[in-house]
């Protein structure tokens, strides 16, 4: 599987401010994937990063507070914007192997805490 | 009725145990199903792709019963590094997606 690195691995910000997210694959990987785990929560799909074009977003989810980039088969940047205290989360990145299976395998996470 | 259940435990269990979660989901369309595992403050890893016909990789054995809807996973000879939090996971795989849905995950504690 490839390598999924993820910056800032933490951070702590202020409400009102955005914070963008960068997932790095050390391979060109068809498909990348943005999640969120709250606080004693599993995880939930935020949006499937397209590249070339504009993210997939889920249910309950919008480009405007989660504007995600894509520009190549490597890298993606998810930016939650307007952070309020409710964003706190780990947020992690996916790809898919495109195996036979459809396995996804997940970057460390970045643990984001709002004020 | 949530699309991907599994009881949360914890499951307290002695070195050695052999124990068995279940994860029911609720779309009979469903493609594809995993189970992951998570420790604490990390990311989850996949454990095991889950088959038609059952699999088994070393002490961990998955099994997928399409009739009930359930996919379940067995540790034998539990080890205290198995302790974890377990996640079951399935691709409804509609329409060309591959959306995963997380179950709430059941914690294990295997104890000395």
């Known amino acids: 599987s490839a390598v999924i690195s993820q910056k800032p691995s933490r951070d702590i910000c202020q409400r009102g401010t955005s914070l963008t997210i960068q997932c790095q694959v050390d391979?060109?990987?068809?498909?990348m994937f943005w999640y969120r785990q709250q606080p004693g929560q599993s995880l939930t799909l935020i949006a499937t990063?397209?590249?070339?074009?504009?993210?997939?977003?889920e249910s309950g989810f919008v480009i405007d507070k989660f504007p995600i980039s894509r520009p190549n088969l490597t890298f993606s940047t998810l930016t939650v914007s307007n952070m309020s205290p409710e964003d706190s989360s780990i947020y992690l990145c996916?790809?898919?192997?495109?195996?036979?299976?459809?396995?996804?395998?997940f970057g460390p996470g970045t643990r984001l805490t709002v004020l | 009725r949530k699309e991907v259940e599994q009881d949360p435990g914890p499951f307290n269990v002695p070195e050695g145990a052999t124990v068995a979660f279940n994860c029911t989901y609720s779309?009979?369309?469903?493609?594809?199903f995993f189970w992951y595992r998570q420790d604490c403050r990390k990311e989850p890893k996949l454990l095991m792709s889950?088959?038609?016909s059952g699999n088994e990789d070393g002490r961990f054995t998955a099994q997928l019963n399409r009739a009930s809807q359930y996919i379940s996973l067995l540790i034998r000879d539990s080890k205290l590094s198995d302790s974890a939090t377990y996640l079951c996971v399935v691709n409804p795989g509609q329409g060309g997606t591959y959306k995963y849905i997380f179950g709430t995950g059941t914690r294990l504690k295997v104890l000395a």
């Open positions: 779309n009979s369309a469903s493609q594809s």
């Open positions: 990063a397209n590249q070339g074009s504009e993210a997939t977003y």
């Open positions: 391979s060109q990987v068809t498909m």
């Open positions: 996916s790809d898919l192997t495109g195996g036979l299976g459809n396995e996804q395998f």
């Open positions: 889950v088959y038609s």
